[in-house]
Each structure stands twice: as structure tokens, then as C-alpha cells.
């Protein structure tokens, strides 16, 4: 007998539907899967075995079984077709009814004992799933949660693999799960912001420059480099961020939550991914764990820092192979893994935090310590970073040692949740000022948007071309000082961009021209 059973394969961040066919013939009682599975895959026809003797369910002897996994020349990866395949192979046996098969998709790994696990991608699979029809999925309880984000679509949640079988035999012996994932997340997002303790900006002593560049760089989303000595608090600065960004919407808590379920960083009982990430990882990171692939091509801290903070800190100690693969991701929002087999996009749009020192000692033009860093170790240690990614870096900051009045004092300024008030009404003017096209914040904006709501009078484009020419700068930097501009007038509740906002943008792009 046949059995068609459908599933979902993961491509990136989104999912498709494989078709998992069953066909019992003669044979020496093996089960034979084709279909490019891979060694999980192939290895489950020993998990399905056992999982369904402990149902204690008889396999007929002497029988073969050929499951194809179709489309066949897609590689097949993962233990999330273990529940497929033994549906199929039950359904084939005619121990379960196949009326109600086409209406449901499965996965799940299943252990010896016909137990339910859960397993990566539920989320974009159940995307999947509703998007080709299916009125229902299957799945095991640990990625119950994750499943009823989406609407439109019935949630069954199991813990082994009997439940299914009764299932499939009586539709109404287990009723879905119904989740208002709206809702829910609205309700949890207040009380999460309530709750999370972050860094305050008002603890911070000093560096008014700095608080003020962060500022404009969470109401625009635009990318910045901290430079200054060693201890001057670079790290604690770009720590505090998340605590002034905008919260997430729940679209984009939906797409990173896809993301993380992809990544398998999603908790078993968890729902949405509540905050903005804030992801750091050291300068001694492979290129693979900063863009993503491997073996099995997963997501990387460039993808995993998508709608958050990626900070870099110690920039200039990462391998500039590393750093140029930035490029790409900074200008599309998006990073492409090519692999002979397969090509994968992974979506990857941040805000980029970079850190260092001014020179190998780290005390170039410090008030205090001398710099004994000759001038070709001081230009060689800057070569690490390319001119075309330091191109792309919005804001240059000069962070330096504090004062000691202002070291003995107690901090000042003002705190992050009066900050985070005024980048939300920026952030407010910005979406007012985009109606009718699709939001996006002013670091992002297009040339054409860049042209149509940057426009400047004559005094301030008099400043800015005499800028353009006194520091040498591109028109890659000419258009992000105009939109850094747009942003400081959203700060500043303005309307125009003044000849004051343009000078004060221009500010951001000396520093590194000065090193």
C-alpha cells in the first residue's frame, strides 16, 4: 500500500513542503529511504523502527519499506522527519486511517520509546504549512508555543507518537491549541519592559558626545565606531543601547523569532523573542560563526544580531577578511551564503557598534600617557580596516578619559528612559513622514527617499559641500551625513534640515580623518 505524508524542509529562514511518500512492498523487512537524506535522516529508519514496535505495533515480516522524500533533489537534514516517515509507514500498513492525511502536515524526532521531541524551525515550518493550505500540523509540545504564533492554522501538540495515531484515526480526540499570539505578545512585551533591568545612561560619568552620537544613531538606525583609550568606557556605552532603542513591533519579533527557531536558540516553552538582540562576539570568531554556514549552514552573529545591536568590540583585532564580510550586510540588510549545492539568504539588518583604540598602545592623543607607538605601527594598526567599511560607519566618536573633576563627581545627564522618549518621537516622525511607503528608519532610506526628504536649503548645502571637500569624503558619505542630519532634525522636532544639524553630522565624520 502507499502513504503520502507532508512535512516541511528549512531553506534559510523560510520553509517549503516535502512530501514524504511511503510504499510497502516485498521485501527482507528494511526500510529504505531516498530523496538526499542526510546521516539524521538515514539513521531514523532505526528511531521509527523502535518508536513504533513500542506502540506495540507489529511491522509485517518479510515486508520493505521505500520512503521518498520529494522534492528529490533537496538535501533532506535533520531527525524533524522521524514523525513523517512512521505515520507514513503505519499508513501504508493500514494500521491508521489515511482520510485525514492530507490535511495535516508533521515533524518531530522521535526517541525509542514513541516519545515526542521537538525540533528546529517549527515556526517558519508552520509558516509553510499555512501558506500551502494545511489546515493542521503536528508537533510536540516543546515547539507547541512556537507553532501557535501563526494564525489561520490548527496547532496539535503531542507527546507521542500513540497520541498522533488516535489522532489521525479521530480528528476530534485532541483539540488544538488556541493562542492569541498578538495579544500574548503585547501583554509580555509591556511586563518584560517593565521587569528587564539594562545599564543606565544617567549612571554614565561624562562623555556627552558619545551619549549624544548613540542617541542619533537609535533614532535612525545609523551604524557608529567609538575610538578612545583603554578604560575610557566604550564597552559600557554600546552596552546601554538596547535600553534607547525602539521596542519591537510584532512583525519583527515574528521574523526573529523565525530566525532564532532556525538557529535552534529557541527555549522549548518559550513563545516570541521579546527583545532586541544585543550580540558581541569576540575578535577571535571564525568567519563561519560571524556570517553563518558550516556543514549544516546555520545562521551567524551578523543574522543573529538582525533588528538588534551587533557590537564589534576591539575592531581593529578582528582579521580584516572578517570585517570586509560587513560590506555586504550594511548596504543590503542581508547576507548571501553561496555553497556549491545551495544558495542561502539569511536576513541582516543591525545596527553595528564598533570599538577601539586609537593606535597599538591605545594612548595616541591621550592627555595623560604617552603613545610609543611609532607611525608605521600606528598606520598599520588602522589598515586592518578598509576605507570602504570605515565608509559605511555613520558616526565616528572620540571617546575620551574623563576629566578628574568629572571622575569625582557623581554621574549626570540624562537617564536612558528620558532619552528612549525622544528617540521614540523620532522614530514617530520618521514612520508620519513614510506613509504610503514601506518604513524604514533615515539610516536605511534609499537614494531615491535620501533625495526626497533630505533636501537641504542653500546655506546648509554650502556647509555640507565644503565639508565633502575639507575632509575628502565620498558620496557614500555624503548622502549618511544627510541622513544623519534628517535624524538630528527628528531629534530636534524640526521639519527642515538647518545649516546646525548639518554641521553637527559633519562632526561625526572628523575623527577618523584626524587619526
Known amino acids: 500500500m502507499f502513504a503520502r505524508i507532508f512535512s516541511g524542509g528549512l531553506s534559510g529562514v523560510d520553509a517549503y513542503r516535502i512530501e514524504v511518500e511511503a510504499d510497502c512492498a516485498g521485501g527482507i523487512g528494511q526500510i529504505q529511504i531516498v530523496g538526499l537524506p542526510d546521516a539524521a535522516v538515514k539513521e531514523s529508519q532505526e528511531r521509527v523502527r523502535s518508536a513504533i514496535k513500542s506502540c506495540s505495533f507489529l511491522m509485517p515480516p518479510g515486508r520493505k519499506w521505500?520512503?521518498?522524500?520529494?522534492?528529490?533533489?533537496?538535501?533532506?537534514?535533520?531527525?524533524?522527519?522521524?514523525?513523517?516517515?512512521?505515520?507514513?509507514?503505519?499508513?501504508?500498513?493500514?494500521?491508521?486511517?489515511?482520510?485525514?492525511?492530507?490535511?495535516?502536515?508533521?515533524?518531530?524526532?522521535?526517541?525509542?520509546?514513541?516519545?515526542?521531541?521537538?525540533?528546529?524551525?517549527?515556526?517558519?515550518?508552520?509558516?509553510?504549512?499555512?501558506?500551502?493550505?494545511?489546515?493542521?500540523?503536528?508537533?510536540?509540545?516543546?515547539?507547541?508555543?512556537?507553532?501557535?504564533?501563526?494564525?489561520?492554522?490548527k496547532v496539535y501538540a503531542v507527546n507521542h507518537l500513540l497520541q498522533v495515531c488516535l489522532l489521525m484515526n479521530d480528528p476530534n480526540s485532541l483539540s488544538p491549541m488556541?493562542?492569541?499570539?498578538?495579544?500574548?505578545?503585547?501583554?509580555?512585551?509591556?511586563m518584560n519592559r517593565r521587569i528587564k533591568m539594562i545599564g543606565d545612561f544617567g549612571d554614565v560619568k561624562g562623555q556627552g558626545l558619545a551619549k549624544r552620537a548613540l542617541e542619533i544613531a537609535a533614532a535612525g538606525r545609523h551604524n557608529i565606531l567609538m575610538i578612545g583609550p583603554p578604560g575610557s568606557g566604550k564597552s559600557m556605552l554600546a552596552q546601554r543601547l538596547p535600553g534607547i532603542m525602539p521596542p519591537l513591533s510584532f512583525e519583527e519579533a515574528l521574523e526573529l523569532t523565525k530566525l532564532y527557531s532556525v538557529a535552534g536558540l529557541i527555549s522549548d516553552r518559550s513563545s516570541l523573542v521579546l527583545d532586541r538582540p544585543f550580540r558581541a562576539p569576540h575578535h577571535t570568531a571564525s568567519a563561519v560563526g560571524l556570517t553563518g554556514g558550516g556543514a549544516l549552514v546555520r545562521p551567524g552573529e551578523i543574522s543573529l544580531s538582525h533588528q538588534g545591536v551587533l557590537f564589534l568590540d576591539e575592531l581593529t583585532e578582528f582579521p580584516r577578511s572578517h570585517l570586509e564580510t560587513l560590506r555586504q550586510p550594511l548596504e543590503n540588510a542581508n547576507i548571501v551564503i553561496s555553497r556549491a549545492q545551495q544558495t542561502i539568504t539569511y536576513p541582516a539588518s543591525f545596527l553595528l557598534i564598533a570599538a577601539c583604540n586609537p593606535c597599538p598602545c591605545g594612548y595616541k592623543g591621550d592627555r595623560i600617557k604617552c603613545c610609543v607607538c611609532s607611525p608605521t605601527a600606528a598606520g598599520r594598526y588602522w589598515g586592518r580596516i578598509s576605507g570602504p567599511l570605515?565608509?559605511?560607519?555613520?558616526?565616528?566618536?572620540?571617546?575620551?578619559?574623563?576629566?578628574?573633576?568629572?571622575?569625582?563627581?557623581?554621574?549626570?545627564?540624562?537617564?536612558?528612559?528620558?532619552?528612549?522618549?525622544?528617540?521614540?518621537?523620532?522614530?514617530?516622525?520618521?514612520?508620519?513622514?513614510?506613509?504610503?511607503?514601506?518604513?524604514?528608519?533615515?539610516?536605511?532610506?534609499?537614494?531615491?527617499?535620501?533625495?526626497?526628504?533630505?533636501?537641504?536649503?542653500?546655506?546648509?548645502?554650502?556647509?555640507?559641500?565644503?565639508?565633502?571637500?575639507?575632509?575628502?569624503?565620498?558620496a557614500r558619505a555624503h548622502d549618511r551625513i544627510l541622513r544623519i542630519s534628517r535624524t538630528i532634525a527628528d531629534l530636534a522636532g524640526a521639519e527642515d534640515i538647518t545649516k546646525t544639524h548639518v554641521a553637527e553630522a559633519v562632526r561625526y565624520r572628523e575623527v577618523t580623518r584626524a587619526s
Open 178 to 190: 488556541h493562542f492569541d499570539a498578538r495579544a500574548s505578545f503585547e501583554r509580555s512585551s509591556r
Open 390 to 474: 570605515l565608509d559605511r560607519i555613520d558616526l565616528h566618536v572620540q571617546v575620551s578619559r574623563l576629566e578628574r573633576e568629572e571622575l569625582m563627581t557623581r554621574p549626570g545627564g540624562k537617564s536612558s528612559a528620558e532619552i528612549r522618549k525622544g528617540v521614540l518621537r523620532a522614530v514617530a516622525r520618521q514612520r508620519e513622514r513614510l506613509i504610503g511607503e514601506p518604513f524604514c528608519f533615515n539610516g536605511q532610506l534609499s537614494q531615491k527617499l535620501t533625495s526626497k526628504f533630505c533636501r537641504l536649503d542653500e546655506e546648509s548645502r554650502q556647509t555640507l559641500a565644503d565639508a565633502v571637500t575639507n575632509l575628502g569624503l565620498s
Open 66 to 153: 521505500v520512503i521518498n522524500m520529494a522534492p528529490a533533489d533537496t538535501r533532506k537534514e535533520g531527525p524533524l522527519y522521524d514523525l513523517p516517515i512512521a505515520i507514513g509507514i503505519l499508513a501504508s500498513t493500514g494500521l491508521i486511517n489515511k482520510e485525514h492525511l492530507s490535511k495535516f502536515w508533521f515533524i518531530g524526532e522521535l526517541g525509542l520509546d514513541g516519545s515526542l521531541r521537538g525540533v528546529t524551525g517549527a515556526l517558519p515550518i508552520a509558516l509553510a504549512a499555512k501558506a500551502s493550505g494545511a489546515e493542521a500540523i503536528v508537533v510536540a509540545d516543546g515547539n507547541a508555543d512556537e507553532a501557535s504564533l501563526v494564525d489561520g492554522i
